[in-house]
């Protein structure tokens, strides 16, 4: 069974559904709440569970209940919960997400200025026996810490970069890569360009890894040989976005695992994706192995 190593945060989300998403001071109304756990990596290595993968998340959270919540959805879920640093005096990451009537997402997010400082770093025991890890940009110390026992240990390293690099020791984690994984908007104001071309053409200053950008309905680009291509999303009636990009990257991280070639493992990544963003705030929020499959049988 293919393992995936995913390193970065983890939130309890407060999930409101909403008509519209708030626009000023005021008392608004959700139609329905649910309380999920959620975060970059954390949702990646869910991800890579609900898909028959072998996964374990690596993060810090605080000694309280939220922490608690967090790891007892992990371990529902299927994903190894050894490697969690619980750090003494600080709150677990929350989120209050506010999910509009078509399915786009609003969200507040609270985390402690203290969690990451004292979490220990990753060590090359932790992930030896992963064949990939993924990275996000939250947590820079650990991130490079795991990037740089990936490359001592000859494990593929995957980063999803979601927000601004240049933010604390995010390029240097991107350098460290050999797979980034970046929104088409956060390439677009590294790059200074939105064309996606130019954009993954520029960004080779920053690092030699293999690149591609995500653009939710727009789809997926990445360069090869031949020059730019490009993946379609597939088309489903979106209900909720909320996560879309962690599942992506967690599939996409599994089908590295299981020497899937970069195309077929961006194809199965978008399916995973495009799945998520059919299910309803409150329903079960991962997608099976067999719905992804037959979601590709299905396109061909």
């Not at 909403?18 to 756990?37: I, Q």
């Not at 050894?82 to 209050?96: K, L, N, Q, Y």
């Not at 299981?258 to 994706?273: G, K, T, V």
Request: glycine residues 10%; negative net charge; hydrophobic residues 45%.
């Amino acid at each position: 069974m293919a393992h995936v190593t995913c390193v970065g945060i983890a939130v309890w989300d407060l999930v409101f559904s909403v008509e519209a998403h708030p626009c000023g001071p005021g008392k608004y109304r959700a139609r329905d709440l649910h309380e999920v756990g959620g975060g970059v990596a954390a949702r990646a290595a869910k991800t890579v569970a609900s898909l028959d993968g072998r996964a374990a998340f690596i993060g810090c959270l605080g000694d309280d209940l939220i922490g608690d919540h967090i790891i007892e959805d992990l371990a529902r879920s299927g994903v190894g919960i050894e490697s969690i640093r619980r750090i003494s005096g600080v709150a677990s990451p929350v989120s209050a997400v506010f999910v509009d009537a078509p399915g786009e997402r609003l969200i507040v997010n609270h985390v402690d200025s203290d969690l990451f400082e004292a979490g220990d770093l990753v060590q090359a025991e932790e992930i030896i026996d992963s064949d990939v890890v993924l990275v996000d940009m939250r947590w820079s110390e650990g991130s490079l810490s795991t990037l740089a026992a990936a490359r001592a240990t000859g494990v593929p390293a995957v980063v999803d970069c979601d927000h601004d690099p240049t933010i604390g020791r995010g390029m240097e984690v991107i350098a460290a890569a050999s797979h980034v994984v970046f929104s088409l908007p956060t390439l677009a104001a590294l790059t200074g360009s939105s064309e996606a071309e130019e954009a993954l053409r520029g960004v080779g200053s920053y690092t030699n890894a293999w690149v591609a950008a995500t653009a939710g309905p727009d789809g997926t680009y990445w360069l090869d040989d031949s020059g730019l291509r490009h993946f379609p999303a597939f088309p489903v009636d979106v209900v909720n976005t909320l996560g879309a990009g962690d599942v992506f990257h967690g599939a996409f991280c599994l089908a590295l695992a299981e020497n899937q070639a970069l195309e077929e493992a961006i194809r199965f990544a978008s399916a995973a994706a495009a799945l998520h963003c059919t299910r309803a705030a409150g329903q079960i929020e991962t997608c099976s192995r067999a719905e992804v499959e037959a979601l590709l049988a299905g396109s061909e």
